[in-house]
C-alpha cells in the first residue's frame, strides 16, 4: 500500500478537534469564539472530511462480536498496576479486506482470529521476541475462515474463496489501533511501534492510568519519527500520533497559541474486546445450492455476487427472527452455483456470425436469451445438464470433505434455483430428457401396431417392442454401474424455484391439467420432498405453477409471502385460499381481485355496471319527473347505486362459498406458488425491468425460505 495514502486515511479517520487537550479552567468565552474561528480554519482544510469507520457489521454470517466503533471510544483503564509483556493471541485481531473495498477492514470473529494467529506464530515466531517475526514458508498450510467459505494464508496475506473461483482478499494482522474506531495500523508502523514500546516499557510495572488524566500535560517520555507521521509516548498506555504534514503542523501551531494542546489521534496496544474461543457460528445443518439462470455469460461474478447478498440478508433474517435456531447451533449455508463458464457450446460460432450493426444489442442478446436457444437445442441441451449437474456434485464433494460431520449428522440440501436454472435443475432431479418424447410417441406407434390385421407388420411391431425392452435392460444396467449420467449424489430436501419459466417448458413438452393431480404426478417426493414456486408479480419471466396441475387453480390467488417486518406472520398452512374474483368495468375491461374464500365476505365493487348504472337513472328521473319538488336526481341515483352494490355483494358471497367447497374436494395438498407483495409505491410497468433480479435482496424471500428450511423454530 502506498504510504502516503495509508496516512491520509489514517487522519481523516477523526477529526483532530474531539482528541485536543486543553485545561479546563482556560476555556472561557474568548477561547469560545477562537474554537469557532478554529473549526473555520479547520472546514477548509480538506484533510478533514467525513470520519469513515471500520465494517464491524453485527451479522450472523461475518460478526465480529465487538463494541461499535463510534459508541467505544477507548479502553477504560483501571487504576492498579500491570507488567508489560508481549501482546498474547487474545489481544490481537485479524482483519480481512474484499475486492473493491480499499479502505474497509473487516474483523475476522475471534475464533477465527486465535486460529489464525496460532498458525502465524507456529510457523514464524523465531523465538527472540524483540526484532518481529520471521516466515517460514515451507509446509505452511491454509486456514478456513468465514464460515468454512475463505481460506487464509498467512504467508502471502491473502484470503481466498474456497467453492468458486474470484479475486483474493487481503488480511491484516491488527496489533496497534486508532482510537475510536478500532481501525487497525498498518502492519509495517504497527511492528515498529510494538518493537519500540517493548524496547521502553518490557517487564517494567506500570500504572493503568486512565486516559482522561492525560490532560495534566505529560511530558513526552518516548518519540518514534516516521516519513509522514510521529508517534509521542507520553506514558505506557497514553501513546498519540501526530501528522507531519503540513496543514496539520499548521493546525498544531494554531491550537498551541490558544492554550490547547498539539492535536493528534489517540493509539491503543491491543484490541478493544479479547478474542474467544467460543466466538464461532453455528454448525452447518441444511446447504442450499444457489443456482443461476441466463446472462452469467454476461457477468461471470454475477451469481458470487447476488448468492453474498442474499447470504448476507439471510444471516439478517437469522439474527432477529431465529435466535432459537442460532442457540441450537444451527444454520443454513448458501453456495452459489456457477456452471455457465465452462461450457464450449458452440465455440464462437454465433459470435462469428453476429452482424456489426447495434453489435451492443446484439451481444447482450448473445449473452441471455441465447441460453434458452441453446437448452432447447437437442445438440447442445445434453451439455447444459452435464454442466450444471458435474458443478453441483463437485461442490457437494468439496462441502463434505470440509466439513465431515454433515453427512453423519443428517444434513440436508436444498437448492434455490433462478429462471432457467430452475427449469435445468428439474430435468436433472427428474432425469427428463427430449428423447423420452420420441420414446412416447414410439409407444403410442407400437400399440397402435400390435393390433394390425396384417400378420407381417404385427410381427414387426412386436419384434421392435422386444427391441426397445432390450435397450431399457441396457440403460438400466448401465445407470447402476456408472455415474456418468444425470444424477446427483445428494438427496434434495426442497426446490425453491424464484422467477421461473418451468410451468411453461412443461406445457410445451405436452403437461396438462388433471383432475385430482398433484405434485407426485411431476415431482414424485422421493425425488425432492418439497417444491416452492416463488415470483413477483410482475416479473415477466415467472409463472404459475398450480394451474398447471389443476386448472380451476387459475381462479385461486397464490399464497402471498409473508413480509419480513410484518407484526403478525401466520404460518403458511393455515392460509385460506383466496377467491380471484373478475368484474366488468366501464369500456368491457375486466377487473381482478381476490376475496377471501369461505369468510362470507366480498371486498365491495368500485363500480356497478353500466346497464345497472343507466337503470338507475333512468329511474330517478321518472320519479323527479312525477313528484317535482322532491329528491334530486343525484340523490336518487345515488341510493339506487347503493342498493345495487349490497345486492351485488350478496351475490359474490354465494359465488365465493361455492368456489370454496369446489376447492376443498380438489385441493392440492400444499401450496406450490407463493407470491412476493408488491411495494406500495411500486410502478408496475417499471418494475418489470427489475422484478426478475430483485429476488437476491429481498427480505421476504429469505425469511421464506428460512421459514421451510427450519419449520419447526419460527412461532406461529
Given at each position: 500500500?502506498?504510504?502516503?495514502?495509508?496516512m491520509?486515511?489514517?487522519?481523516?479517520?477523526?477529526?483532530?478537534?474531539?482528541?485536543?487537550?486543553?485545561?479546563?479552567?482556560?476555556f472561557?468565552?474568548?477561547?469560545?469564539?477562537d474554537?469557532?474561528s478554529?473549526?473555520?480554519?479547520?472546514s477548509?482544510?480538506?484533510?478533514?472530511a467525513?470520519?469513515?469507520?471500520?465494517?464491524?457489521?453485527?451479522?450472523?454470517?461475518?460478526?465480529?462480536?465487538?463494541?461499535t466503533?463510534?459508541?467505544?471510544a477507548?479502553?477504560?483503564?483501571?487504576?492498579?498496576?500491570?507488567?508489560?509483556?508481549?501482546?498474547?493471541?487474545?489481544?490481537?485481531?485479524?482483519?480481512?479486506?474484499?475486492p473493491?473495498?480499499k479502505?474497509?477492514?473487516v474483523?475476522?470473529?475471534?475464533?477465527?482470529s486465535?486460529?489464525?494467529?496460532c498458525?502465524?506464530r507456529?510457523?514464524?515466531?523465531?523465538?527472540?521476541?524483540?526484532s518481529?517475526y520471521?516466515?517460514h514458508?515451507?509446509n505452511?498450510?491454509?486456514?478456513?475462515?468465514?464460515?468454512?467459505?475463505y481460506?487464509?494464508?498467512?504467508?502471502?496475506?491473502?484470503?481466498?474463496?474456497t467453492y468458486?473461483?474470484?479475486e483474493?482478499?487481503d488480511?491484516?494482522r491488527g496489533?496497534?489501533?486508532?482510537d475510536?474506531?478500532?481501525l487497525?495500523l498498518?502492519?509495517?508502523?504497527?511492528?515498529?511501534?510494538?518493537?519500540?514500546h517493548?524496547?521502553?516499557?518490557?517487564?517494567?510495572t506500570?500504572e493503568?492510568?486512565?486516559?482522561?488524566?492525560t490532560?495534566?500535560?505529560?511530558?513526552?517520555?518516548?518519540?518514534?519519527?516516521?516519513?509522514?507521521?510521529?508517534?509521542?509516548?507520553?506514558s505506557?498506555?497514553?501513546?498519540?500520533?501526530?501528522?507531519e504534514?503540513?496543514?496539520?503542523?499548521?493546525?498544531?501551531?494554531?491550537?498551541?497559541s490558544?492554550?490547547?494542546?498539539k492535536?493528534?489521534?489517540?493509539?491503543?496496544?491491543?484490541?478493544c474486546?479479547?478474542?474467544?474461543?467460543?466466538?464461532?457460528?453455528?454448525?452447518?445443518?441444511?446447504?442450499?445450492?444457489?443456482?443461476?439462470?441466463?446472462?452469467?455469460?454476461?457477468?461471470?461474478?454475477?451469481?458470487i455476487?447476488?448468492?453474498?447478498?442474499?447470504?448476507h440478508?439471510?444471516?439478517?433474517i437469522?439474527e432477529?427472527?431465529?435466535?432459537?435456531?442460532?442457540?441450537?447451533?444451527?444454520?443454513?449455508?448458501?453456495?452459489?452455483?456457477?456452471?455457465?463458464s465452462?461450457?464450449?457450446?458452440?465455440?464462437?460460432?454465433?459470435?462469428?456470425?453476429?452482424?456489426?450493426?447495434?453489435?451492443?444489442?446484439r451481444?447482450l442478446?448473445?449473452?441471455?436469451?441465447m441460453?434458452v436457444?441453446?437448452?432447447?437445442?437437442?445438440?447442445?441441451?445434453?451439455?447444459?445438464?452435464?454442466?450444471?449437474?458435474r458443478e453441483?456434485?463437485?461442490?457437494?464433494?468439496?462441502?463434505?470433505v470440509?466439513?465431515?460431520?454433515?453427512?453423519?449428522?443428517?444434513?440436508?440440501?436444498?437448492?434455490?434455483?433462478h429462471s432457467?436454472?430452475?427449469?435445468?435443475?428439474?430435468?436433472?432431479?427428474t432425469?427428463?430428457?427430449?428423447?423420452?418424447l420420441?420414446d412416447?410417441?414410439?409407444n403410442?406407434?407400437?400399440?397402435?401396431?400390435?393390433?394390425?390385421?396384417?400378420l407381417?407388420?404385427?410381427?414387426l411391431?412386436?419384434?421392435?417392442?422386444?427391441?426397445?425392452?432390450?435397450?431399457?435392460?441396457l440403460?438400466?444396467?448401465?445407470?447402476?454401474?456408472?455415474?456418468s449420467?444425470?444424477?446427483?449424489?445428494?438427496?434434495?430436501e426442497n426446490?425453491?424455484?424464484?422467477?421461473?419459466?418451468?410451468?411453461?417448458?412443461?406445457?410445451?413438452?405436452?403437461?396438462?391439467?388433471?383432475?385430482?393431480?398433484?405434485?407426485?404426478?411431476?415431482?414424485?417426493?422421493h425425488?425432492?420432498?418439497?417444491?416452492f414456486?416463488?415470483?413477483?408479480?410482475?416479473?415477466?419471466?415467472?409463472?404459475r405453477?398450480?394451474?398447471?396441475?389443476?386448472?380451476?387453480?387459475?381462479?385461486?390467488?397464490?399464497?402471498?409471502?409473508?413480509?419480513?417486518d410484518?407484526p403478525?406472520?401466520?404460518a403458511?398452512?393455515?392460509?385460506?385460499?383466496?377467491?380471484?374474483?373478475?368484474?366488468?368495468?366501464p369500456?368491457?375491461?375486466?377487473?381482478?381481485r381476490?376475496?377471501?374464500?369461505?369468510?362470507?365476505?366480498?371486498?365491495?365493487?368500485?363500480?356497478?355496471s353500466p346497464?345497472?348504472?343507466?337503470?338507475?337513472?333512468?329511474?330517478?328521473?321518472?320519479?323527479w319527473?312525477?313528484?317535482?319538488?322532491?329528491?334530486k336526481?343525484?340523490?336518487?341515483?345515488?341510493?339506487?347505486?347503493?342498493?345495487n352494490?349490497l345486492?351485488?355483494?350478496?351475490?359474490e358471497?354465494?359465488?365465493?362459498?361455492?368456489?370454496?367447497?369446489?376447492?376443498?374436494?380438489?385441493?392440492?395438498?400444499?401450496?406450490?406458488?407463493?407470491e412476493?407483495?408488491?411495494?406500495?409505491m411500486?410502478?408496475?410497468?417499471?418494475?418489470?425491468f427489475?422484478s426478475?433480479v430483485?429476488?437476491w435482496?429481498?427480505?421476504d424471500?429469505?425469511?421464506?425460505?428460512?421459514t421451510?428450511i427450519?419449520?419447526?423454530?419460527?412461532?406461529?
Amino acid at each position: 500500500m502506498n504510504n502516503h495514502s495509508f496516512m491520509e486515511e489514517i487522519f481523516e479517520v477523526l477529526d483532530p478537534l474531539n482528541d485536543v487537550e486543553m485545561d479546563v479552567s482556560e476555556f472561557n468565552t474568548n477561547t469560545v469564539a477562537d474554537s469557532q474561528s478554529r473549526r473555520q480554519i479547520l472546514s477548509e482544510n480538506p484533510s478533514s472530511a467525513a470520519i469513515p469507520t471500520v465494517d464491524l457489521t453485527e451479522s450472523y454470517e461475518d460478526r465480529s462480536r465487538s463494541p461499535t466503533p463510534e459508541v467505544t471510544a477507548s479502553k477504560s483503564w483501571t487504576e492498579q498496576t500491570e507488567v508489560i509483556e508481549e501482546l498474547q493471541p487474545e489481544e490481537i485481531r485479524w482483519f480481512y479486506r474484499d475486492p473493491g473495498q480499499k479502505q474497509q477492514w473487516v474483523a475476522f470473529i475471534g475464533y477465527d482470529s486465535l486460529r489464525i494467529e496460532c498458525k502465524f506464530r507456529q510457523f514464524k515466531y523465531d523465538g527472540g521476541g524483540g526484532s518481529g517475526y520471521v516466515v517460514h514458508e515451507d509446509n505452511v498450510g491454509t486456514i478456513t475462515a468465514r464460515g468454512s467459505l475463505y481460506e487464509v494464508d498467512i504467508v502471502s496475506k491473502k484470503c481466498f474463496p474456497t467453492y468458486w473461483a474470484a479475486e483474493s482478499g487481503d488480511i491484516m494482522r491488527g496489533t496497534w489501533f486508532l482510537d475510536r474506531t478500532w481501525l487497525p495500523l498498518e502492519e509495517i508502523y504497527a511492528d515498529k511501534l510494538e518493537e519500540e514500546h517493548l524496547k521502553k516499557f518490557h517487564k517494567q510495572t506500570v500504572e493503568t492510568e486512565c486516559s482522561a488524566s492525560t490532560k495534566d500535560k505529560k511530558h513526552v517520555i518516548h518519540h518514534v519519527v516516521f516519513t509522514e507521521f510521529h508517534v509521542d509516548w507520553r506514558s505506557a498506555f497514553d501513546v498519540f500520533m501526530f501528522s507531519e504534514a503540513r496543514s496539520y503542523k499548521l493546525m498544531r501551531s494554531v491550537t498551541s497559541s490558544l492554550g490547547f494542546s498539539k492535536a493528534g489521534v489517540r493509539l491503543h496496544r491491543g484490541y478493544c474486546e479479547e478474542a474467544r474461543p467460543d466466538d464461532k457460528l453455528p454448525g452447518i445443518t441444511h446447504l442450499v445450492f444457489v443456482v443461476h439462470g441466463i446472462g452469467q455469460k454476461m457477468d461471470t461474478n454475477r451469481i458470487i455476487r447476488n448468492c453474498t447478498r442474499f447470504r448476507h440478508v439471510a444471516a439478517l433474517i437469522m439474527e432477529q427472527q431465529f435466535q432459537d435456531v442460532v442457540k441450537n447451533d444451527q444454520r443454513a449455508e448458501f453456495l452459489p452455483v456457477e456452471w455457465r463458464s465452462s461450457l464450449k457450446l458452440d465455440d464462437g460460432t454465433v459470435e462469428s456470425v453476429t452482424p456489426e450493426k447495434v453489435r451492443g444489442l446484439r451481444e447482450l442478446l448473445n449473452s441471455t436469451a441465447m441460453d434458452v436457444m441453446y437448452y432447447n437445442s437437442p445438440l447442445f441441451r445434453s451439455e447444459l445438464v452435464h454442466g450444471l449437474q458435474r458443478e453441483l456434485n463437485r461442490l457437494y464433494d468439496m462441502f463434505c470433505v470440509r466439513h465431515p460431520y454433515f453427512e453423519a449428522s443428517a444434513g440436508k440440501v436444498s437448492i434455490l434455483a433462478h429462471s432457467l436454472g430452475s427449469v435445468i435443475t428439474y430435468d436433472i432431479i427428474t432425469g427428463w430428457s427430449p428423447v423420452s418424447l420420441y420414446d412416447e410417441f414410439v409407444n403410442a406407434t407400437v400399440d397402435a401396431g400390435m393390433s394390425e390385421s396384417d400378420l407381417q407388420k404385427r410381427q414387426l411391431y412386436e419384434e421392435l417392442q422386444s427391441s426397445r425392452r432390450r435397450v431399457r435392460d441396457l440403460e438400466a444396467m448401465l445407470v447402476s454401474t456408472t455415474n456418468s449420467l444425470t444424477t446427483l449424489k445428494f438427496k434434495i430436501e426442497n426446490l425453491y424455484c424464484i422467477g421461473s419459466p418451468l410451468s411453461v417448458f412443461l406445457t410445451l413438452r405436452g403437461v396438462q391439467p388433471k383432475d385430482n393431480q398433484t405434485l407426485e404426478d411431476i415431482l414424485p417426493s422421493h425425488l425432492c420432498q418439497r417444491m416452492f414456486n416463488i415470483f413477483h408479480p410482475t416479473d415477466p419471466v415467472a409463472y404459475r405453477m398450480e394451474p398447471l396441475l389443476l386448472k380451476h387453480y387459475a381462479t385461486i390467488h397464490p399464497v402471498r409471502v409473508h413480509r419480513a417486518d410484518a407484526p403478525l406472520k401466520p404460518a403458511y398452512a393455515d392460509v385460506k385460499p383466496e377467491i380471484i374474483l373478475r368484474q366488468s368495468e366501464p369500456g368491457g375491461q375486466e377487473k381482478a381481485r381476490a376475496s377471501p374464500a369461505g369468510s362470507g365476505q366480498a371486498s365491495p365493487k368500485e363500480q356497478t355496471s353500466p346497464l345497472h348504472a343507466g337503470y338507475a337513472s333512468t329511474l330517478a328521473g321518472m320519479v323527479w319527473s312525477k313528484w317535482s319538488g322532491g329528491k334530486k336526481v343525484e340523490e336518487l341515483n345515488q341510493e339506487l347505486t347503493t342498493l345495487n352494490k349490497l345486492e351485488t355483494v350478496d351475490k359474490e358471497s354465494d359465488v365465493a362459498f361455492s368456489a370454496y367447497d369446489a376447492i376443498e374436494k380438489t385441493a392440492l395438498d400444499q401450496r406450490i406458488d407463493y407470491e412476493l407483495r408488491e411495494g406500495s409505491m411500486e410502478n408496475r410497468y417499471l418494475s418489470a425491468f427489475t422484478s426478475h433480479v430483485s429476488y437476491w435482496s429481498s427480505p421476504d424471500v429469505a425469511l421464506f425460505v428460512l421459514t421451510h428450511i427450519f419449520p419447526r423454530e419460527v412461532a406461529p
